[in-house]
């Protein structure tokens, strides 16, 4: 119910744009351009140290400035129509990994529910369904198309990550995912794609490559929103991103 409410209050409140403030909008052409530009600004990423088993990860946006507000706004304010622009972001990194032909499966980092529950709605989850939405009116994957599979889940609770080094982080979330009873059929000998709206150490996306694979699934790869600057190969954002203070 907090999430429709949160939509409610959208359609008859003044809004200003999530990324940069400005008024009567809640994301302007600009902050839009710096999340997607169709998805030519994705790129891969390498977080440093870079984890043992961590797929190849491509990001769509660095995690700076007008990004991190937006993706701030749409997971801990509840900014649900945020989803679609944060989707297409997500959408360009998922095209950068060149999954190839056939049923194209996303897999969503699972949140705690406690953290679901708290918020009104599950972000990456949210995301996802967006971001399949983007790749299936472009074409991408054939068949059944693009679609999200949500059958990851926590087998126990882990510690809050922030403040913690890689080692630490890693060290917490091992063992921490399981696939859902039952849905390991819909893996097996399947390609997957992970997702989540953001990559620091790896750590989470380690843990969920390990869980899918136990459970009989491919992962081709992982793709996410963002991630810091410093990730992006060359050390290099991607380019014409207004505000990241990056040279275009």
């Known amino acids: 119910m907090q999430g429709v409410w949160r939509?409610?209050?959208?359609?008859?409140?003044?809004?200003?744009?999530?990324?940069?403030?400005?008024?009567?909008?809640?994301?302007?052409?600009?902050?839009?351009?710096?999340?997607?530009?169709?998805?030519?600004?994705?790129?891969?990423?390498?977080?440093r140290p870079e984890p043992a088993g961590l797929p190849r990860v491509w990001a769509g946006a660095p995690y700076a400035d007008e990004v991190r507000?937006?993706?701030?706004?749409?997971?801990e304010r509840g900014a649900m129509r945020l989803?679609?622009?944060?989707?297409?972001?997500?959408?360009?990194?998922?095209?950068?990994?060149?999954?190839?032909?056939?049923?194209?499966?996303?897999?969503?980092?699972?949140?705690a529910r406690r953290s679901v529950a708290g918020r009104g709605h599950d972000p990456v989850r949210r995301i996802a369904l967006a971001a399949a939405g983007a790749l299936r009116r472009a074409g991408v994957g054939e068949g059944a198309g693009a679609r999200v599979?949500?059958?990851?889940?926590?087998?126990?609770?882990?510690a809050d990550q922030a403040g913690l080094s890689a080692r630490q982080r890693l060290a917490n979330v091992t063992g921490a995912l399981e696939v859902r009873g039952g849905a390991a059929r819909l893996l097996t000998g399947q390609p997957v794609v992970l997702v989540d709206d953001l990559v620091t150490t790896g750590a989470t996306l380690v843990e969920a490559a390990r869980a899918v694979a136990a459970a009989g699934g491919r992962?081709?790869?992982?793709?996410?929103?963002?991630?810091?600057?410093?990730?992006?190969?060359?050390r290099c954002a991607p380019r014409g991103l207004p505000g990241n203070g990056i040279p275009t």
Request: aromatic share 0%.
């Open 149 to 158: 599979l949500p059958v990851l889940r926590q087998r126990r609770a882990v």
């Open 219 to 234: 992962v081709t790869g992982a793709a996410v929103v963002a991630a810091p600057v410093s990730a992006f190969e060359n």
């Open 83 to 111: 989803a679609g622009p944060l989707g297409a972001a997500l959408a360009g990194a998922v095209r950068g990994l060149r999954p190839g032909g056939g049923p194209l499966l996303l897999v969503p980092v699972p949140s």
């Open 7 to 47: 939509e409610l209050a959208g359609l008859i409140l003044p809004v200003a744009c999530a990324g940069c403030g400005r008024p009567r909008t809640e994301l302007c052409e600009g902050c839009r351009r710096a999340l997607a530009r169709d998805g030519r600004g994705a790129r891969r990423v390498r977080p």
């Open 69 to 75: 507000a937006v993706l701030l706004a749409h997971k």
